[in-house]
């Protein structure tokens, strides 16, 4: 794991949330996208190094919906660039973590990702993240 690469934070209304955040960090979204295969939409907001992803569900079996509907909203996973996306999962597998999806999906902004069970991390989401390019 190279650096953090975002912190996801679950909302209800993103238009909403989208406006308090650029208040509380003095600068507008740069990107809002729908990830259809997890059923949510996303913004994200680049403040100094850092990333900061806004998610709202977008059919009520999402898997940001449920978060909501349990913890209400609030940080719901915190992201980690890696080079070998492949490589890391069975290195985790390896080290007894719980891998939620063994083949990297498609996620937000230009990556393929993997999460990691709560319940072999302390309670945090951890999800993988790497670029995507010619070569994956």
């Known amino acids: 794991m190279r650096k953090i690469e975002h912190i996801g934070i679950a909302v209800k209304n993103l238009d909403n949330s989208n406006a308090l955040f650029a208040k509380l960090f003095g600068e507008p979204h740069y990107k809002i996208e729908d990830v259809l295969t997890e059923g949510v939409k996303t913004s994200f907001f680049q403040v100094g190094p850092n990333k900061i992803e ?20 609030g940080i719901h996973h915190i992201a980690f660039d890696v080079e070998d996306i492949v490589a890391e999962i069975a290195r985790l597998k390896a080290e007894g973590f719980t891998v939620l999806n063994e083949t990297p999906k498609k996620g937000a902004d230009n990556k393929i990702v993997c999460f990691l069970h709560p319940k072999s991390t302390n309670g945090v989401l951890v999800e993988l993240c790497q670029e995507i390019s010619g070569t994956v």
Do not use: M, V
């Open 54 to 73: 806004l998610l709202e569900a977008t059919n009520p079996d999402s898997p940001i919906a449920k978060f909501i509907e349990k913890k209400g909203e």
